[in-house]
C-alpha cells in the first residue's frame, strides 16, 4: 500500500499502536534542543556525537522496519512520526520537527497532506518562518582550530578575496560533501528543511537567496535544482553579487549534460556579475580559467560587452606559455569569432600578446620556449583579418633575416638569446598558419627556411627539448606535407 494511502486511510488502523521502539528513540532525541541539530557530520565532531547516534538509530528502525513487507509494522512507525510531527506543530517545537524531518528522508511521508488533515496550516507557516531565521542566520561551529578557522571564514564573510578563497573549494552538488574531497557532509534534515520551504513557501527561499549570510547561501543553493536557479534569475532583476557568484560557481561545476541548455543564462549570470563586481568576477575566472564551457561564457560575454567593458576585462585575463590550453581557448574564440566586436576583440589580444613578446625579448633570466600563449588562435585570427598576402611575405622574409642575424646581435647571454630567437620564431609560426591556410606556396619562404635551417646551429639545440614547439607543424606548414 503506497504511503499517501495509508496517510489517507489512517483510521482504518485503529488497532495498530504506535512502534513503542521507534517512540523511544524520538524521546531520547526530544530532550535535546533544536541548536543541537545544527552541526556538520564529519569525522572526529564529538560535540553532537549523542544526537547523531540516535539519529542513526532512529534511521536503522525505520530502514529495518521497510525492508519487511508487514503493513503493519510500517503504519506502527507512520503513526509515530505522524505523533511527533503534530506535536512539532502544535507546540511549535523545532526540536520535534527537525526528528521528524531526519526520519522523513527515509520514507518521504507528504507532509502538505498531514498539515492539510490535521488541520495546522497556521502552525506549520509559523515553524516555516521558523526554520526561515535559522538559516537566515546559521553559523557553523566545529571541534578543531583548523577547521574552525576555515568556518569561521564562511561564516562572515565580507572581503571580495576572501569570500573567493573559501567559496573555491565548496562543492555545489546537492548530496556531496560540503567542501570537495572531504567527508563534511550536512545531516538529513538540513535537506528536508531547505525541501519543506522549497515546496511550501517559495518567498522565503527567495528571501534566503538574497542573504548576506555567505553560508546560506551555499547550502540554499547547494539544494536547490539549476531550473529554480535559472527562474530565480529570469524573474529578478537585482540579484546580489555574492548570490550571482554562488550562483554561477554551481553551474559551472555541474555537468556538461547538466548545463546544456542553461548557457544563454551563465552568459547573462556572468555579465551581470562583472558589472556588478569585477573582483568577483576576476575571482572566478582564476578558477573556471581553463574551463570548457566557461571559456564558451566568456566568449559569448565578449560580444555583449561594451567596448570599455572588453578593454578592462581582456587587461585582467593571464597569457599562459602553455600551448596545451589553446584547444580550450578556441572554444572562446569560436563563441565571439563573428560577433560585431570581433575585430576590436582580435586587436585586443594580439596589444597584449605584443607587450608580452615585448617582455619576452627582454627577458635574460628566465629560459622560454614557444611563445605563441594560449591564445593563439586569436592572434592567428588578428593577422588573417588584417594582413593581405604581400604583407604576410614580406613579414615572413624580414623575420627570416631577423633570425638568420641573430648570432651577430649582442645579448647578454645565452638565455637572453634564447628569448629572443623563440620571440621571432613564434611570429614566424603563427604566420605559417596563415601561409598554409591560403595555400601560398612561395618559393623564396622554402629557400629561406632551408638555408635557415641548415645554417642557424642554435635553432635545432633551442628546440631539441620535449616541450611543444610546432617544428614539424611549422615545416609541413611552409613545404607541404
Not at 525505520?62 to 503504519?75: H, L, Q
Not at 542573504?211 to 543553493?221: A, G, H, K, P, T
Not at 593577422?383 to 642575424?405: A, G, N, R
Given at each position: 500500500?503506497?504511503i499517501s494511502?495509508?496517510?489517507?486511510?489512517?483510521e482504518?488502523?485503529?488497532q495498530?499502536?504506535?512502534?513503542?521502539?521507534?517512540?523511544?528513540?524520538?524521546?531520547d532525541?526530544s530532550?535535546?534542543?533544536y541548536?543541537d541539530f545544527i552541526?556538520?557530520?564529519?569525522?572526529?565532531n564529538?560535540?553532537?556525537?549523542?544526537?547523531r547516534?540516535l539519529?542513526g538509530?532512529?534511521?536503522?528502525?525505520?530502514?529495518?522496519?521497510?525492508?519487511?513487507?508487514?503493513?503493519?509494522?510500517?503504519?506502527a512507525?507512520?503513526k509515530?512520526l505522524?505523533?511527533?510531527?503534530?506535536?512539532?506543530l502544535?507546540?511549535?517545537?523545532?526540536?520535534?520537527?527537525?526528528i521528524?524531518?531526519?526520519?522523513?528522508s527515509?520514507?518521504?511521508l507528504p507532509i502538505?497532506?498531514?498539515?492539510?488533515?490535521?488541520d495546522?496550516?497556521?502552525?506549520?507557516?509559523e515553524?516555516?518562518?521558523?526554520?526561515?531565521e535559522?538559516?537566515?542566520?546559521?553559523?557553523?561551529?566545529?571541534?578543531?582550530?583548523?577547521?574552525?578557522?576555515?568556518f569561521?571564514?564562511?561564516?562572515?564573510?565580507?572581503e571580495?578575496?576572501?569570500?573567493?578563497?573559501s567559496?573555491?573549494?565548496?562543492?555545489?552538488?546537492?548530496y556531496?560533501?560540503?567542501?570537495?574531497?572531504?567527508?563534511?557532509?550536512?545531516?538529513?534534515h538540513?535537506?528536508?528543511?531547505i525541501e519543506?520551504?522549497?515546496?511550501?513557501?517559495?518567498?522565503?527561499?527567495?528571501?534566503?537567496l538574497?542573504?548576506?549570510?555567505?553560508f546560506?547561501?551555499?547550502l540554499?543553493?547547494k539544494?536547490?535544482?539549476?531550473?529554480q536557479?535559472?527562474?530565480?534569475?529570469?524573474?529578478?532583476?537585482?540579484?546580489n553579487?555574492k548570490?550571482?557568484?554562488c550562483?554561477l560557481?554551481?553551474?559551472?561545476?555541474?555537468?556538461?549534460?547538466?548545463?546544456?541548455?542553461?548557457?544563454?543564462?551563465?552568459?547573462?549570470?556572468?555579465?551581470?556579475?562583472?558589472?556588478?563586481n569585477?573582483?568577483?568576477?576576476?575571482?572566478?575566472?582564476d578558477?573556471?580559467?581553463?574551463?570548457?564551457?566557461?571559456?564558451?561564457?566568456m566568449?559569448?560575454?565578449?560580444c555583449k560587452?561594451?567596448?570599455e567593458?572588453?578593454?578592462?576585462?581582456?587587461e585582467?585575463?593571464?597569457?599562459?606559455?602553455n600551448?596545451?590550453w589553446?584547444?580550450?581557448?578556441?572554444?572562446?574564440?569560436?563563441?565571439?569569432?563573428e560577433?560585431?566586436?570581433?575585430?576590436?576583440?582580435?586587436e585586443?589580444?594580439?596589444?597584449?600578446?605584443?607587450n608580452?613578446?615585448?617582455n619576452?625579448?627582454?627577458?635574460k633570466n628566465?629560459?622560454?620556449?614557444?611563445?605563441?600563449?594560449?591564445?593563439?588562435?586569436?592572434i592567428?585570427a588578428y593577422?588573417?583579418?588584417?594582413?593581405?598576402?604581400?604583407?604576410?611575405l614580406?613579414?615572413?622574409?624580414?623575420?627570416?633575416v631577423?633570425?638568420k642575424?641573430?648570432?651577430?646581435?649582442?645579448?647578454?647571454?645565452?638565455?637572453?638569446h634564447?628569448n629572443?630567437?623563440?620571440?621571432?620564431?613564434s611570429?614566424?609560426?603563427?604566420?605559417?598558419?596563415?601561409?598554409?591556410?591560403?595555400?601560398?606556396?612561395?618559393?623564396?619562404?622554402k629557400?629561406?627556411?632551408?638555408?635557415?635551417?641548415?645554417?642557424?646551429?642554435?635553432f635545432?639545440?633551442?628546440?631539441?627539448?620535449?616541450k611543444e614547439?610546432?617544428?614539424?607543424?611549422?615545416?609541413?606548414?611552409?613545404?607541404?606535407?
Amino acid at each position: 500500500m503506497e504511503i499517501s494511502r495509508i496517510i489517507t486511510n489512517l483510521e482504518d488502523f485503529n488497532q495498530v499502536s504506535s512502534d513503542n521502539d521507534l517512540d523511544l528513540i524520538i524521546e531520547d532525541l526530544s530532550k535535546f534542543s533544536y541548536e543541537d541539530f545544527i552541526y556538520i557530520e564529519y569525522v572526529g565532531n564529538s560535540e553532537s556525537l549523542d544526537v547523531r547516534e540516535l539519529l542513526g538509530k532512529l534511521i536503522n528502525k525505520i530502514d529495518d522496519v521497510f525492508k519487511e513487507n508487514s503493513i503493519e509494522k510500517k503504519v506502527a512507525i507512520i503513526k509515530s512520526l505522524v505523533l511527533i510531527f503534530q506535536e512539532g506543530l502544535d507546540e511549535i517545537n523545532l526540536s520535534y520537527f527537525f526528528i521528524f524531518l531526519h526520519a522523513n528522508s527515509r520514507i518521504d511521508l507528504p507532509i502538505d497532506e498531514l498539515v492539510n488533515k490535521y488541520d495546522l496550516n497556521e502552525e506549520f507557516n509559523e515553524v516555516l518562518i521558523k526554520i526561515f531565521e535559522i538559516l537566515n542566520n546559521i553559523k557553523i561551529l566545529v571541534a578543531g582550530e583548523a577547521l574552525s578557522m576555515y568556518f569561521d571564514k564562511l561564516n562572515a564573510l565580507n572581503e571580495d578575496e576572501t569570500l573567493i578563497t573559501s567559496l573555491r573549494e565548496i562543492d555545489f552538488e546537492k548530496y556531496n560533501p560540503i567542501i570537495r574531497n572531504t567527508k563534511f557532509t550536512l545531516p538529513n534534515h538540513f535537506y528536508q528543511m531547505i525541501e519543506v520551504l522549497q515546496e511550501n513557501n517559495l518567498e522565503l527561499i527567495e528571501k534566503l537567496l538574497a542573504s548576506d549570510n555567505v553560508f546560506s547561501l551555499v547550502l540554499i543553493i547547494k539544494c536547490i535544482p539549476l531550473n529554480q536557479i535559472n527562474s530565480f534569475f529570469m524573474n529578478h532583476n537585482e540579484i546580489n553579487e555574492k548570490t550571482l557568484l554562488c550562483f554561477l560557481m554551481k553551474f559551472l561545476r555541474a555537468s556538461s549534460d547538466d548545463i546544456e541548455n542553461y548557457r544563454d543564462i551563465v552568459v547573462e549570470m556572468g555579465i551581470r556579475l562583472y558589472q556588478l563586481n569585477k573582483t568577483l568576477f576576476n575571482g572566478l575566472m582564476d578558477i573556471f580559467m581553463y574551463n570548457e564551457f566557461f571559456n564558451e561564457v566568456m566568449g559569448a560575454m565578449f560580444c555583449k560587452l561594451s567596448k570599455e567593458d572588453l578593454n578592462i576585462l581582456i587587461e585582467s585575463i593571464p597569457l599562459n606559455d602553455n600551448v596545451e590550453w589553446i584547444d580550450v581557448r578556441t572554444k572562446m574564440l569560436n563563441e565571439c569569432s563573428e560577433c560585431e566586436n570581433s575585430e576590436y576583440i582580435f586587436e585586443l589580444i594580439y596589444k597584449k600578446w605584443e607587450n608580452y613578446l615585448l617582455n619576452s625579448f627582454n627577458e635574460k633570466n628566465k629560459a622560454l620556449n614557444i611563445l605563441c600563449t594560449d591564445f593563439c588562435n586569436f592572434i592567428i585570427a588578428y593577422y588573417f583579418h588584417k594582413y593581405d598576402e604581400d604583407k604576410l611575405l614580406d613579414s615572413m622574409k624580414e623575420l627570416f633575416v631577423k633570425l638568420k642575424d641573430l648570432d651577430g646581435e649582442w645579448s647578454y647571454n645565452i638565455i637572453h638569446h634564447r628569448n629572443k630567437f623563440f620571440v621571432y620564431y613564434s611570429k614566424l609560426f603563427i604566420f605559417s598558419v596563415i601561409y598554409e591556410f591560403n595555400n601560398m606556396g612561395d618559393d623564396e619562404i622554402k629557400v629561406d627556411y632551408n638555408e635557415f635551417y641548415e645554417e642557424y646551429v642554435l635553432f635545432k639545440k633551442f628546440l631539441d627539448n620535449k616541450k611543444e614547439n610546432f617544428l614539424d607543424r611549422f615545416e609541413e606548414n611552409l613545404l607541404g606535407k
